[in-house]
């Protein structure tokens, strides 16, 4: 079956710029989680959806981050006047529930010139 | 706060010689810890999740062990296509009840030469 995809594959912007990262989980998973990898790194938790609600956002860096998954279903996550180093691999991965293993997307990378 | 340890950070290996990679950790309330590959350029791939210490699990030429403290993934007569990072994970119970994001280590960057 399809696994998690992410879009674009890769986005290159400059500085001070705003985007948008698309995550589409395995259909039926119900937790829905965005992590950041950076070069030689594991990858750091962000934001946990479970259905529509972000149960822990405690991982967002800042306030210029923000997703949401407004039908329970795909995910945004929002980058806001974009620094350089924002620059790393934007991962997704999706779960049936928070008690399951986490399939991963392919990633975004995200490069702020 | 959950931190997770691996090592050695780079393991060179001949093809058919076993070894074993170390991830270390420190949680509260252990949930689970999960073991993913991951090949350049691509997202993790699952391989296993370990509940308790005392566990044990198996696929092709890897297996899964785990100690209250630490966990082992042995590989055995590693094969050129077995080179990868590979990454350890802990996930905590949530205070509100459900499971934390991940914590990852760095990982093992395993090189599998014929």
């Known amino acids: 079956g399809a696994g998690v995809s992410q879009t674009p594959s890769n986005k290159v912007t400059e500085k001070g710029k705003y985007v948008e990262l698309r995550c589409d989980p395995i259909?039926?998973?119900?937790?829905l989680y965005w992590y950041r990898q950076s070069l030689g790194q594991g990858p750091e938790f962000l934001i946990y959806?479970?259905?529509?609600?972000?149960?822990?956002d405690s991982g967002l860096p800042n306030d210029r981050f923000f997703a949401v998954r407004p039908e329970g279903s795909v995910s945004t996550l929002k980058i806001q006047r974009t620094e350089r180093g924002d620059s790393a691999v934007y991962l997704c991965?999706?779960?049936?529930?928070?008690?399951?293993?986490?399939?991963f997307g392919p990633g975004t990378r995200l490069t702020v010139l | 706060e959950d931190q997770v340890t691996q090592s050695p950070e780079a393991l060179r290996l001949q093809e058919g010689e076993s070894s074993s990679l170390n991830c270390s950790y420190t949680?509260?309330?252990?949930?689970?810890l999960f073991w993913y590959r991951q090949d350049p350029g691509k997202g993790p791939e699952f391989l296993f999740t370990?509940?308790?210490a005392g566990e044990e699990k198996e696929k092709e030429r890897l297996k899964a062990t785990l100690t209250k403290k630490e966990s082992f993934l042995h590989i055995t007569a590693p094969k050129p296509e077995d080179s990868a990072t590979y990454l350890c994970?802990?996930?905590?119970?949530?205070?509100?009840?459900?499971?934390?994001?991940?914590?990852f280590g760095k990982g093992t960057h395993l090189i599998i030469q014929p």
């Open positions: 949680v509260s309330g252990l949930r689970g």
């Open positions: 370990l509940y308790s």
């Open positions: 259909s039926g998973h119900t937790a």
């Open positions: 991965a999706s779960s049936l529930d928070s008690n399951n293993e986490q399939f």
């Open positions: 959806f479970q259905g529509t609600g972000a149960a822990d």
């Open positions: 994970a802990v996930q905590a119970y949530h205070s509100g009840g459900g499971a934390d994001g991940l914590t």
